[in-house]
């Protein structure tokens, strides 16, 4: 097993025609530690699966280092690379059995000569026949066992002998990522590889995947757009923009702490709501009418900014349906979602005109139109300055509650 390292790495596909060049990665670097589940999120086109292609060998980076472990990989032919790839469509053999498809990539990692060869063959043809008839191999015995074992480990045992057509779409996802699997490669990559799955067979893949991650301790990077898979499924998040890592941490830390607007409104479903605010005396926020007052270690941040426009982030949980007091925000519902455990309110506030989501109660009768008022949890405001930054604290922030279990490295 090994770690990867990308160190100043760009990727610049040259324009079409008149265009000018496209810029995908730019000056990334990022290392993943050995054992670990890296998550890649990003808007589409932000460079995720470029980067995926560039550690795998299928494009060759403008400038820049690939390292896994203490080798330098980047000028290395794909087959010498040690990595293990599962595309987003699967990419089986259809002519081939599912048996044969695991061992694909076993077979076709050692030259081997003519002779043996031959003999590889005639032990295939022959494994069906009594013991006495069969011809011998050492090599296709030892690629059968691994088979055997992968399959074991994905249920995929009774499916040894069929073709893909004959597969449904989840055990079509179970022989791609076997296939990777039975090479046991230092480094796997997955490119979203449970966006053809439905809701219920993505989640119980989900953690078909997790589990076998923490079981084979294989450094991993995984590239999605779906917010459950990527809070999660890994150690860490890296959010991609334009080609530009914004923020690189654990699932929670991300959504806690964004650092800018855009990671703020990128993890976490439904987004974080923004206000524009203004800094008040006796670190203060001033919202319309409404004078606010933060708690935590962003109270700490705020003497030294009075006086400044700022942009105030939310997340929907943070804010309640709630008595009407001068200290509350007044609001009207525009509509809202019942989800059976939670709802999803949107609603208008009067101070501003600015939609904000609140999660409530699903037993609250909320009808579009009506009004209603919304406490904020002082500990739950975050601030960004004119660029989007978010502002930086005089001391580190704590952490609020427990983290949720993460597998080991």
């Excluded at 998550?39 to 980076?61: E, H, I």
């Excluded at 230092?186 to 590889?193: G, I, K």
Aim: proline residues 9%; hydrophobic residues 35%.
């Amino acid at each position: 097993m090994a770690g990867v390292r990308f160190e100043g790495l760009s990727k610049t596909y040259p324009g079409r025609g008149e265009n000018q060049p496209v810029e995908v990665i730019r000056q990334l670097d990022l290392t993943i530690q050995d054992g670990e589940f890296l998550v890649l999120v990003g808007p589409s086109g932000c460079g995720k699966s470029t980067l995926l292609r560039l550690l795998a060998g299928l494009d060759s980076p403008t400038d820049g280092e690939i390292r896994i472990g203490d080798r330098p990989i980047t000028d290395l032919r794909p087959a010498q690379r040690d990595v293990a790839m599962v595309f987003q469509s699967y990419a089986l053999y259809p002519h081939l059995s599912v048996r044969d498809n695991l061992s694909f990539g076993l077979r076709r990692s050692r030259a081997r000569t003519n002779l043996q060869q031959l003999q590889d063959q005639l032990h295939r043809r022959t494994r069906g026949l009594p013991q006495p008839l069969r011809i011998p191999s050492q090599r296709e015995s030892k690629i059968e066992r691994r088979v055997n074992d992968v399959a074991a480990a994905l249920e995929l045992d009774h499916l040894l002998d069929r073709r893909p057509k004959e597969l449904s779409g989840g055990q079509k996802q179970r022989v791609a990522l076997g296939r990777a699997m039975a090479r046991q490669p230092a480094v796997f990559l997955m490119d979203e590889p449970l966006s053809n799955l439905d809701a219920k067979l993505r989640a119980s893949t989900r953690a078909r995947i997790v589990g076998l991650q923490r079981q084979l301790g294989t450094t991993t990077l995984y590239v999605t757009h779906d917010q459950v898979e990527a809070m999660t499924m890994g150690h860490r998040i890296a959010v991609l923009n334009q080609g530009r890592l914004q923020q690189l941490g654990t699932p929670m830390e991300l959504y806690r702490w964004p650092s800018n607007l855009f990671v703020a409104q990128f993890i976490g479903s439904p987004p974080m709501n923004v206000l524009p605010v203004q800094v008040g005396a006796g670190s203060t926020l001033i919202l319309g009418d409404k004078r606010l007052t933060p708690e935590g270690p962003i109270a700490a941040a705020l003497p030294s900014l009075e006086g400044n426009t700022l942009t105030a982030g939310i997340r929907p949980e943070h804010l309640q349906v709630a008595p009407a007091t001068n200290r509350n925000l007044p609001a009207e519902v525009s509509h809202s979602e019942v989800l059976g455990n939670e709802q999803l309110v949107t609603c208008r506030l009067l101070d501003g005109d600015h939609l904000v989501q609140v999660r409530a109660e699903p037993s609250l009768s909320l009808n579009p139109g009506c009004r209603i008022h919304l406490a904020a949890d002082p500990q739950g405001w975050r601030l960004f300055d004119a660029d989007g930054e978010a502002i930086s604290l005089p001391e580190p922030p704590p952490s609020r509650g427990p983290e949720p279990a993460l597998p080991p490295l």
